[in-house]
């Protein structure tokens, strides 16, 4: 069987890894095709599509947005637009301006708390999104955090003193631009959004009346029960079912790209699967 991975982040913004490193990486995982879904971002698609065809890697345009679905936190994977479409520029524009208001208010409130922390060095850590995970890499760094986790504990976890709530725009919206640029939307780890099984079934039946195309049911955090459920769930909604790591790299050493653990390998015919959804030019 051949395996794939659709949840991949490099450097263009939290993962550790170049996307041309994280192509290497998925050849030497002998995997088949993975997806760059980088957090508000497709700077990186490019140099990994570039490798992919170097290597004999399909590599699939992706991004990952953090979006409100009414009042919950969403998390919405876009894969195979055409990076190019206004659409889809528009949309990563209106993120990345809600991410750098938010981290402005983050310097702030480091500096309220008497840490100053220097601009031009954490943005130049950051190759495309900057996010709390530089931050928390800066304090490490200069001596302000024993390791990552420290540096969240005490200071960047939602309600520590450093953390700045963001606005996040509508899944709604985010989800007609990027069928616009002929894209589809994956519901990302579901089950990771903290609700009841029956909350989350009302959500994404909702969602799928506003063309949400699939669904990730292959997740490292989703056991078998779970993937049970999503898995019946999507095929009553007929939504596609999709898998991936959440591949970070260094940031999150307990996963491995293409699946840790208890996650089953995600079979290239998904990918296949999902391609046969998209919408018709
Ligand atoms: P951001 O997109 O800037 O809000 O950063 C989100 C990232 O921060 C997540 O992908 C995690 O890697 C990390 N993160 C968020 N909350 C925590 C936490 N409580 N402890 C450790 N890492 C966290
Ligand atoms: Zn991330
Ligand atoms: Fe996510
Ligand atoms: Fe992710």
Redesign the pocket.
């Known amino acids: 069987m051949k395996k794939i991975d659709l949840h991949t982040h490099s450097n263009c913004s939290?993962g550790s890894m170049s996307p041309a490193e994280l192509v290497d990486l998925a050849a030497a995982s002998d995997l088949a095709a993975i997806a760059l879904t980088d957090?508000d971002s497709i700077s990186g698609l490019d140099e990994a599509i570039n490798r992919g065809k170097k290597i004999g890697i399909e590599v699939i345009n992706g991004a990952e947005f953090?979006l409100f679905n009414d009042d919950t936190a969403i998390h919405l994977l876009a894969y195979c637009f055409d990076p190019a479409h206004p659409a889809i520029k528009n949309l990563i524009k209106k993120a990345q301006k809600i991410?750098d208001d938010?981290n402005k208010g983050i310097f702030a409130k480091f500096s309220d708390l008497g840490i100053e922390i220097d601009h031009d060095k954490l943005l130049l850590s950051a190759k495309g999104q900057l996010?709390?995970?530089h931050f928390?890499a800066y304090l490490v760094n200069h001596g302000m955090a024993r390791n990552?986790?420290d540096a969240?504990?005490r200071y960047?976890?939602?309600g520590g003193p450093a953390y700045v709530a963001?606005e996040r725009l509508k899944t709604t919206e985010a989800m007609t631009e990027i069928s616009r640029a002929g894209g589809i939307s994956v519901l990302a780890h579901p089950m990771a959004v903290n609700h009841s099984r029956k909350t989350m079934t009302g959500i994404i039946r909702s969602l799928k009346d506003h063309g949400l195309g699939g669904v990730e049911v292959l997740y490292p955090a989703h056991d078998n029960s779970t993937i049970k459920y999503l898995t019946a769930l999507a095929r009553e909604l007929d939504l596609a079912i999709t898998g991936g790591s959440d591949f970070?790299g260094a940031?999150?050493p307990d996963i491995r790209l293409g699946g840790p653990g208890l996650m089953p390998p995600v079979p290239l015919t998904l990918l296949e699967n999902l391609k046969k959804r998209l919408p018709t030019p």
């Open positions: 939290d957090h953090s991410r938010r996010g709390r995970p928390a990552n986790q969240f504990n960047l976890k939602r963001r970070h940031g999150k």
